[in-house]
């Protein structure tokens, strides 16, 4: 839902400072808003990275996540995610919010969840919701975490339509980690598996939603023109893979990555990106030097048969601890 691909952007928001116990475990919850922004002069994401001049809006973001961690299950954690986009703050003055209440125009995450009430007007509003319930186990006894999160790009009509076809506007991410203690105290290996399916589920059948972050023909959940989210992108599905040695501050990593670009829309031309991955930490005193490499290999690139590229991304930093 979030992460670090797309630039900041301003926002205010409300959130627990520490867990909040209860007797069935603790919970903590964030609530925020703020203004997201699209350039027209740059390609959009969501548009086969293609420019839209017609386009160059402000647009409201609300988003809020509620995370509970059982007191019956140790090391779980369970939660969920909702947040909107409105198009555009000129949407406010128009009719269409001429009669809607502060929390419908500017905290909509607190409106109904399902569809049915409020069909014939929400699509109007030149808006979209994304919603996701998420999980994560962690067993500190043996080194190792599982997590998942499951999401939907659409508001179902009502729970039987949730019940009836879970899958529609739906995508999902799984993955695990494992730390491997070594006879040292301060060594071990890491091992690190992901899976994304980014790609429409069964329902798109009879059901087509597009891809995620697609609302009609409305681009959504983006700032500067990039997703706010995973950096692989709306319709893309991944499997990632890393293992990494660590020593103290000393770190030796190896990852590799395929992504398959949105398969769905494109099953004759499958634009594959091979993403082979090294890097190596070192100290030298109170410097640390950190260096990255990637090789990237594109076969169809741009869904064009047969045409490869090749590249190369490599990055040296440090950092001086005092």
Excluded: C
Excluded at 52 to 79: A, T
Excluded at 119 to 143: C, G, N, P
Excluded at 262 to 291: A, C, E, F, M, R
């Amino acid at each position: 839902m979030m992460s670090n691909n797309a630039p900041g952007f301003a926002n205010a928001f409300v959130r627990t400072k520490r867990p909040l116990m209860t007797p069935i475990g603790s919970f903590e919850w964030t609530l925020s808003t703020g203004w997201l922004h699209e350039d027209s002069l740059y390609a959009f994401e969501n548009y086969k990275m293609q420019p839209f001049s017609k386009l160059n809006r402000r647009m409201l973001y609300n988003g809020l996540m509620i995370s509970h961690q059982p007191k019956w299950f140790k090391g779980m954690h369970v939660g969920l995610i909702r947040a909107y986009d409105t198009k555009s703050a000129s949407n406010f003055n128009s009719d269409l919010f001429k009669n809607s209440s502060f929390i419908d125009k500017y905290l909509p995450v607190f409106t109904v969840l399902t569809k049915s009430k409020i069909i014939y007007f929400e699509d109007a509003k030149d808006r979209d919701q994304q919603a996701s319930l998420f999980m994560r186990w962690v067993s500190t006894k043996d080194h190792f975490e599982w997590y998942a999160e499951y999401g939907w790009n659409d508001h179902s009509i009502n729970m039987r339509d949730l019940m009836m076809g879970p899958g529609h506007s739906a995508v999902y991410l799984t993955g695990l980690k494992k730390i491997v203690p070594l006879i040292q105290t301060n060594e071990y290996v890491n091992v690190e598996l992901e899976y994304m399916r980014g790609q429409q589920l069964a329902e798109y059948i009879v059901r087509d939603a597009g891809n995620w972050n697609w609302h009609g023909n409305l681009q959504s959940f983006t700032n500067m023109n990039q997703y706010l989210g995973s950096a692989v992108g709306g319709g893309n599905n991944t499997i990632h893979m890393l293992t990494s040695y660590h020593k103290g501050w000393k770190r030796y990593a190896l990852s590799i990555e395929k992504i398959t670009n949105d398969p769905l829309y494109y099953p004759n031309h499958k634009w594959l990106d091979l993403i082979t991955g090294l890097s190596y930490n070192q100290t030298v005193g109170n410097l640390i030097i950190q260096s990255n490499f990637k090789w990237v290999h594109q076969k169809n690139y741009g869904w064009e048969t047969g045409k490869k590229i090749n590249n190369i991304f490599a990055a040296v930093g440090l950092k001086y601890l005092f």
